[in-house]
T-cell receptor, first 111, second 113 residues
Framework: AQKITQTQPGMFVQEKEAVTLDCTYD???????LFWYKQPSSGEMIFLIY??????QNATEGRYSLNFQKARKSANLVISASQLGDSAMYFC????????FGTGTRLTIIP | EAGVAQSPRYKIIEKRQSVAFWCNPI?????LYWYQQILGQGPKLLIQ????????DSQLPKDRFSAERLKGVDSTLKIQPAKLEDSAVYLC???????????FGPGTRLTVL
């Protein structure tokens, strides 16, 4: 069975600061992908970034980067220079064909 | 390119009534997923289709939930009869194939009274 754990139910961050959202995974599958999705209040899930378990380098997409530590089974999302529009729920998900989601972190950016 | 479309966006029904949700995936996407997202939780996969065949429906409560994907394009998810605990957002997602990035629709928020 696969399990994704997000231990931060909510976070408040000052605008323009960097923020790290935690995610740990538990799987015996050696070929495992980690995803981060953003869910604003409107409800849709927006894909942010992906890290494959065999990737040698940490993934980056604009202001988003993934701090992937395989030995610790963690895949933390780092958002640099946070903006008011970053306020949303953030979900970590893992798997290949079938995704398992964590419980999410509600991020609030303070002006 | 148009995204995943879902309707209705909101639905309120009373328990024991039936309800149906519709999903139109991104053109050309062979794989379609239905997820249930209960308030305060992450999405949980209900059923996965590959073209018009079911790949995984192990988490679908088959006594009350049904889903179909005729002709391998649009899909409908039905609940009959609904229970209070079915109140959730139902998300549809599609991907070009299995083991590829999933794109989500806006969801249907169901409230069962």
């Amino acid at each position: 069975a696969q399990k994704i754990t997000q231990t931060q139910p909510g976070m408040f961050v000052q605008e323009k600061e960097a923020v790290t959202l935690d995610c740990t995974y538990d799987t015996s599958d050696p070929s495992y992908g980690l995803f981060w999705y953003k869910q604003p209040s409107s409800g849709e899930m927006i894909f942010l970034i992906y890290q494959g378990s065999y990737d040698q380098q940490n993934a980056t997409e604009g202001r988003y980067s993934l701090n992937f530590q395989k030995a610790r089974k963690s895949a933390n999302l780092v958002i640099s220079a946070s903006q008011l529009g970053d306020s949303a729920m953030y979900f970590c998900a893992g798997g290949n064909e079938k995704l398992t989601f964590g419980t999410g972190t509600r991020l609030t950016i303070i002006p | 390119e148009a995204g995943v479309a879902q309707s209705p966006r909101y639905k309120i029904i009373e328990k024991r009534q039936s309800v149906a949700f519709w999903c139109n995936p991104i053109s050309g996407h062979a794989t379609l997923y239905w997820y249930q997202q209960i308030l305060g939780q992450g999405p949980k996969l209900l059923i996965q289709f590959q073209n018009n065949g079911v790949v995984d429906d192990s988490q679908l409560p088959k006594d009350r939930f049904s889903a179909e994907r005729l002709k391998g394009v649009d899909s409908t998810l039905k609940i009959q009869p609904a229970k209070l605990e079915d109140s959730a957002v139902y998300l549809c997602a599609s991907s070009p194939g299995t083991n590829t990035l999933q794109f989500f629709g806006p969801g249907t928020r169901l409230t069962v009274l």
